[in-house]
């Protein structure tokens, strides 16, 4: 199994630009979340999906942020506009099951630098 | 209100000693206790879980942790250090309640380990 795949790995952009933050799950797996990682901050669950729906979006900071799941196998992270207080380590996670007994699996991360 | 601590940021430890993460929460619910490990530029892994039954449980790569109710904690222990085991350590605490999929998570312990 490829594992949780997500791009891009780093991502440089300038205030006010839009980011896009991809991620494919682990096929099979039904839940997929967003997270936030920052030294000050620690890791923050930004959003959840089950099924391609989203059940918790109260970690979305702002409306700057949106996230997305057309499909099983595709979701979307986007910050428009982005500001620099949103740089950060990005992780896309995917889990089976129910309840927070599934074991998540976590991709790489995306590492956003926002100048 | 419901959290994690991990009362150490850092901890070094000499190749072969023992070491001991500590992890303590407040928590509503009946708790699901996780333990998970990040290596640099990684996404995490989870190493041991604690749903019921022996408050013992084992993980991967050689590490343990101990649930006790009475003192809300969920230590991670290992009996001899090996230098590959320098890395990021995340507890996190959950309940399977409903359809509630989010965890609560610690800031981490970095450990670092001397030859």
């Known amino acids: 199994d490829a594992g949780v795949i997500q791009s891009p790995r780093h991502e440089v952009t300038e205030m006010g630009q839009e980011v896009t933050l991809r991620c494919k799950p682990i096929s099979g797996h039904n839940s997929l979340f967003w997270y936030r990682q920052t030294m000050m901050r620690g890791l923050e669950l930004l959003i959840y999906?089950?099924?391609?729906?989203?059940?918790?979006d109260s970690g979305m900071p702002e409306d700057r942020f949106s996230a997305k799941m057309p499909n099983a196998s595709f979701s979307t992270l986007k910050i428009q506009p982005s500001e620099p207080r949103d740089s950060a380590v990005y992780f896309c996670?995917?889990?089976?099951?129910?309840?927070?007994?599934?074991?998540?699996?976590f991709g790489e991360g995306s590492r956003l630098t926002v100048l | 209100a419901q959290s994690v601590t991990q009362p150490d940021i850092h901890i070094t430890v000499s190749e072969g000693a023992s070491l001991e993460l500590r992890c303590n929460y407040s928590?509503?619910?009946?708790?699901?206790l996780f333990w998970y490990v990040q290596s640099p530029g990684q996404g995490l892994q989870l190493l041991l879980k604690?749903?019921?039954?022996d408050t013992l449980v084992q993980g991967i790569k050689g590490f343990e942790a101990e649930f006790k109710r009475s003192q809300s904690s969920f230590n991670l222990r290992k009996p001899s250090v090996h230098w590959s085991d320098a890395a990021e350590y995340f507890c996190?605490?959950?309940?399977?309640?409903?359809?509630?999929?989010?965890?609560?998570w610690g800031l981490g312990t970095s450990l670092a380990v001397n030859p």
């Open positions: 928590y509503g619910a009946t708790p699901y």
């Open positions: 996670a995917s889990s089976s099951g129910t309840g927070t007994a599934g074991e998540l699996f």
């Open positions: 604690y749903f019921s039954g």
């Open positions: 999906f089950n099924n391609n729906v989203p059940i918790d």
């Open positions: 996190a605490v959950g309940s399977n309640a409903g359809n509630n999929r989010k965890l609560i």
